[in-house]
């Protein structure tokens, strides 16, 4: 039996919880922070998104599709793809640099989805996190059209959460 107590509904609320709190420091890789108050550079990390987006660095953790599995013995895996859904004001002097940045923190959006050393459940929030499709993908949109129109810069980072439940 897990240790967690999942739901469909709140998947989107364990993964935002995961990205806005430093895990623990255990001996080996630890992603970095990603909150503005814990040091990173994205002072708004939230589930769902609202109907207004502020201008400002915000990460928004989104369900984009879900689907459930059942084998022989009939145990459920239910695989939610999330989306972390980035928004990136375009406040430098120019849009290489806010290009740049940009990259710089989806690369510490990747480590953190890929997580720590041997804890591949995002702290034990899912049975798995980022490994049963073998697949994260990082999709930048039109970003000469984002820039044209005067930003922000839009990401979306899909990848798959699991949540295993007994037959």
Known sequence: MPV???TYADAPEREATWYATDPPQ?????PPPLL???????P????????SIQQQNAIYIVRDKGRELRDALGEKEWQHQLAAVLFWPLD??????????????????LARIRGPWL??????AFASV???????????GDVIVQIQNGG???????YVATDTFPA
């Not at 849009?95 to 923190?105: F, I, R, V």
């Open 44 to 51: 708004l990390i939230q589930s769902r998104a609202p109907k």
């Open 130 to 140: 980022g490994e049963d499709s073998n697949e994260i993908l990082v999709d930048y």
């Open 4 to 6: 967690y107590s999942p």
């Open 152 to 158: 922000p810069l839009e990401v979306h980072i899909r």
């Open 119 to 124: 804890d591949k459940t995002h702290g034990g």
């Open 26 to 30: 255990p001996s080996g890789f630890t």
């Open 92 to 109: 430098s002097a120019d849009a290489e640099t806010d290009q740049t940045l940009l990259d710089a923190e989806i690369t510490k959006i």
């Open 36 to 42: 503005m108050a814990n040091g990173g550079s994205w």
